[in-house]
């Protein structure tokens, strides 16, 4: 089944256009994507390994939980469905804190453009690893890891993380005033 964005302009604003994500990506349109960070109470940040069948970034280390909003899709609903798809666990919106809105363009691939708004997430969750289920076809893995040694991961540049550095500020700046 062909999915369907909402196409936005330069300024996040919904233009009233849809496309199918394969266009989208094609085109390099502008749409809306979600970022849920997830840190237990041991302040530890779980990370998932990307699919090695995934379209862009295989087998990268990422965001707890990611994904596009469909059509007509909130945000909140989207981040709340994602983490349903990804990870197998029901959440609700209260546990869900936005902690900002990140304007994102890359070009993984040739035939591959990324223009999105991301409204990112965090969520303060301790899961048990061995009772999370992953979307094999999004997931192959998924581990906690402290945030110190997170932050040194993103400090040398580990090729393995996928990078996000200025959402990497905005996740800090919330966490070192909660730590």
């Known amino acids: 089944m062909k999915e369907f964005f909402d196409i936005l302009d330069e300024d996040g604003n919904k233009t009233g256009k849809t496309k199918a994500r394969s266009e989208v990506h094609r085109d390099g349109d502008w749409h809306k994507a979600v970022h849920i960070w997830i840190v237990n109470d041991k302040d530890e940040i779980l990370l998932q390994k990307r699919s090695p069948n995934k379209d862009s970034h295989p087998n990268m280390w990422d965001i707890s939980?990611?994904?596009?909003?469909?059509?007509?899709?909130?945000?909140?609903?989207?981040?709340?469905?994602?983490?349903?798809?990804?990870?197998?666990?029901?959440?609700?919106?209260?546990?869900?804190?936005?902690?900002?809105?990140?304007?994102?363009?890359?070009?993984?691939?040739?035939?591959?453009?990324?223009?999105?708004?991301?409204?990112?997430?965090?969520?303060?969750?301790s899961l048990d690893l061995d009772k999370i289920v992953l979307q094999e076809d999004e997931v192959s893995e998924v581990k906690y890891i402290p945030i110190d040694e997170f932050r040194h991961?993103?400090?040398?540049?580990?090729?393995?993380?996928?990078?996000?550095?200025?959402?990497?500020?905005?996740?800090?700046?919330?966490?070192?005033?909660?730590?």
């Open 153 to 179: 991961m993103i400090k040398t540049k580990d090729e393995t993380l996928l990078m996000h550095n200025d959402e990497f500020e905005m996740l800090f700046k919330v966490l070192d005033y909660q730590l």
């Open 65 to 125: 939980s990611a994904g596009h909003l469909t059509a007509g899709d909130d945000s909140l609903s989207g981040a709340i469905r994602e983490i349903k798809e990804e990870l197998g666990v029901d959440i609700l919106p209260s546990q869900l804190t936005l902690i900002g809105t990140r304007k994102s363009s890359s070009k993984p691939k040739e035939t591959f453009i990324n223009n999105e708004f991301n409204d990112v997430y965090l969520l303060r969750l």
